[in-house]
């Protein structure tokens, strides 16, 4: 019996009634209950920054806030203000600085008008932005980009391709719109005569067939 007694008393001094063991989950020797990141052994306490690359293109914002970390901020964060690097978009790599433009093509068709500001830019202004004032003639429909130059166009009522009457000034691009045309000599502009298609094109000279500029 008194054999007994002492394996109990072993069992018991082994395992049972022992502290409790403090749990954590990482192994980085903070516990659970005071590591902000208890599944990551790299982080584990909050430090403050007052400066945030987002994108981790070299350029910072100031902006406060904590974040989890080991003993040093993540690369991307800053414990201080970082003088004369505001990024401009801290959400997109390739922009950080502002750049003035004179100039702008905002439907990208190759013709600019005249526009000044600034813009949100990498090293160089972004397409459709100019540093250069637009050469004439610019764009008189910078919203479309089949349209561009201003011509004189008549009305073409037999659709020939050739017009007729008092012409007016319109945006164009390398054509008129439907029921107009860039030459307006057509001498019998008629669409209820089958034959004047035929008649007003022959008619005409070769210097007539020339678009005006």
């Known amino acids: 019996m008194s054999c007994l007694l002492v394996a109990c008393a072993i069992v018991a001094g082994c395992g049972g009634g022992g502290g409790s063991r403090v749990a954590d989950a990482d192994r980085d020797s903070v516990a659970d209950a005071q590591d902000c990141a208890p599944n990551d052994p790299t982080a584990s306490r909050l430090l403050a920054f007052q400066s945030e690359d987002k994108d981790s293109d070299g350029h910072f914002v100031n902006a406060t806030g904590e974040v989890c970390a080991g003993s ?84 073409d009522a037999d659709g020939d391709a050739v017009g007729a009457g008092r012409g007016t000034v319109s945006c164009v691009g390398n054509a008129a719109a439907a029921g107009f045309s860039l030459l307006g000599y057509d001498p019998l502009d008629d669409p209820a005569n089958p034959s004047s298609p035929g008649t007003s094109t022959v008619e005409l000279a070769a210097w007539q067939l020339t678009p005006r500029l």
């Open 72 to 155: 040093a901020l993540p690369p991307k964060y800053a414990s201080t203000p970082v003088a004369g690097s505001a990024d401009c978009d801290d959400a997109n790599a390739t922009r950080w600085q502002l750049l003035a433009y004179v100039a702008r093509d905002a439907d990208i068709d190759g013709h600019n008008i005249a526009s000044a500001g600034q813009v949100c830019s990498g090293t160089n202004l972004p397409s459709g932005y100019f540093a250069v004032a637009a050469v004439p003639p610019e764009d008189c429909n910078d919203a479309d980009s089949s349209m561009w130059r201003l011509m004189t166009v008549w009305t």
